[in-house]
Each structure stands twice: as C-alpha cells, then as structure tokens.
C-alpha cells in the first residue's frame, strides 16, 4: 500500500515535471512568434510607403512625404564587423580552449578558466568605454601598418581617414572579438575535454606525440562544438548595441560610401540607439522597426544554425562504430 502511495506521488510530480517543461517551452516558443509579429506588423505600413530598395538602398531619409530608406549600409557594417570579430576570436578561443584543457597544470587551469569566463560578465559599457578611450589609441599603430601595406584592397583603404581615427569599424570589431572570446573559449574547451579518453590514449599508443594527438583525435571531435561556438559568437556581436554605439563614429547623411573598415558608420542596433528619442511618429518608428526586423531574422537565423550545428554534432558521436 505504501508503495503504489509512493509510486502514485512519483508519477503525478513526473506529470508535473514534465507538463512545467513542456509549458516553458511553448512560452518562449510564444514569446518569439509574437515579437516577430509585432516587428512585422509595425514594419509593413512604413515598408508600404517607403520608396526607395530597403534592402539594396543606402538612404536613410524617413521624414516628408517621400520616404526613402534602406539598409545596406547597416547590413554591411553589421555583417563586417561581426565577421572580422569572429575571425579574430576564434582562433585566439580555441588555442586557449587546448591550452586550458591539454596543457595547463591542474592547478593553473581552472583558475585561468574562471579567468576567461568573468570576460563574459564585463557590462558593455565598460567595454564601450575602454575601446573608446584607451584600446582604440592602443591599435592605432596597427591600423597604420595595415593601411599603408593593404591599402588598395577595399577592404582596408584609408580613404583620408586619420590615423588617429578610432572610432572606426576596424577597433569596433577587435572590441566584439574579446567580448565574445569566452563564449567560444568556453564551448570549445567543454567540447575538446568530452573527447574520449580512449581516442587520446589510442593515438598516443600508436605513437603520436601531443600535438599529434590533438591533431588526429581532439580537434576532429570537437568540430562541432568549435562551430557552434564560433555561430553562436557571431549572433552575440550582430547583437551588440552599447559598446558599439559608444565607440563607432556615425557618417553624415549623404557623404560618400566606403567600404573600408578605417571607416566610420552605424550597425544595425547602433542606429536605433542613436536615433531612439526620435521616435515620434509612426512613419519613423516603422522604419527603425524595419530595421529591427531584418536584425531579427539574421540573428535568429544564426542562432538556429548553430543549434543545428550542434544538434549534427552530438548525433555522429553518438553513431555506433562500425
């Protein structure tokens, strides 16, 4: 009698475990749905009356009779520097990922591990601050040599940018680079230490030395991790609104289209920030939301890739072999 008590009070806290769960999950499923349709139902009236190519133009005139407005230039600010963030970071997370997990003395690595994850509680103002005042200067030797050396690339013209220019696409990105360095320090390091210690030790028995090891067995399994991390990274600096603002200096209206990164110009986020108190009337507030809308989906977009990405992963390891 007391065990079907038992088993009866452990079924129904199972059936409300389980019901709780399934009740978030359909929350945050809620949540997202409804805050896509509301930045698309605001978005349509303003997109109806613009006239200009809102994903190909680079006007931004959303006052008159006339709209016109578009986002490539805030695509292409967005998209640079979240992309060289990445490139930056990447390789610096995942070497401090193999140090942490494959080189670091015991009593060394998990401090130095707690040591990268406080990057992460860092507000973004402070980073904003610091990039501004004291990183930027601190690259600018940097940003000469590449200019003077790469110049005619696009990419990394002056375009009569001063080198004492720092509120520019170029150190906005080095910025996003360390801010989410301890997302993928902390992805890559969790995936390179649940590689499976008889992967380490077959590879090391056939007579490959550390490095090799980590060539042949470590890096291979964790591919998936460092990927995620790294999609995962890129949708946390599209994102970045604080630090950004603070540090990029905005280009008038009407002056001449760059494409260098020694340049100036707004993201996607950055743009409604700087122009938030300007919201007064519904022509306006549309166009912004437009904006926010595009950010939106690309942000989600990557999001669900790296969960994919993810997902992929942990599938193969589970593959039987053979």
């Given at each position: ?34 805050i896509a349709v509301f930045l698309l139902s ?35 600010t967005t998209v640079v520097t979240s992309v ?197 009337t519904p022509q306006k507030a549309g166009a ?35």
């Amino acid at each position: 009698m007391t065990s079907v008590g038992l088993t009866g009070s452990r079924s129904w806290g199972e059936r409300l475990l389980a019901g709780s769960a399934r009740g978030s999950g359909l929350i945050v499923a809620a949540l997202v749905i409804l805050i896509a349709v509301f930045l698309l139902s605001q978005a349509l009236p303003a997109l109806a009356d613009n006239e200009a190519g809102f994903l190909t133009s680079r006007q931004w005139q959303v006052t008159g009779d006339n709209p016109r407005f578009g986002v490539a230039a805030l695509m292409w600010t967005t998209v640079v520097t979240s992309v060289i963030a990445v490139v930056v970071a990447v390789p610096v997370g995942v070497g401090a990922a193999l140090f942490l997990t494959h080189y670091a003395p015991p009593w060394l690595a998990a401090p130095a591990a707690r040591l990268v994850d406080l990057l992460a509680v860092v507000p973004s103002i402070v980073y904003g601050i610091w990039g501004l005042y004291h990183f930027g200067p601190a690259v600018l030797p940097v940003q000469e040599f590449l200019a003077r050396t790469l110049g005619s690339i696009p990419l990394f013209s002056p375009n009569g940018t001063k080198y004492t220019d720092t509120g520019i696409v170029f150190v906005v990105a080095l910025v996003l680079a360390i801010m989410i360095l301890p997302i993928v320090t902390a992805m890559s390091r969790d995936a390179f230490a649940r590689t499976p210690r008889a992967h380490q030790e077959a590879a090391l028995a056939l007579g490959a030395t550390r490095s090799e090891m980590i060539r042949t067995a470590v890096l291979p399994y964790g591919r998936g991790g460092v990927l995620s991390a790294a999609l995962l990274g890129l949708g946390r600096a599209l994102g970045e609104t604080l630090a950004v603002t603070i540090i990029l200096s905005t280009v008038a209206e009407g002056s001449p289209w760059s494409w260098s990164v020694f340049a100036g110009g707004e993201t996607f986020a950055s743009k409604i920030a700087n122009n938030a108190g300007d919201f007064d009337t519904p022509q306006k507030a549309g166009a912004f939301v437009a904006a926010g809308l595009v950010l939106f989906l690309l942000t989600f977009a990557v999001a669900a890739l790296a969960r994919l990405v993810a997902d992929r992963s942990e599938s193969l390891r589970q593959e039987p072999l053979g």
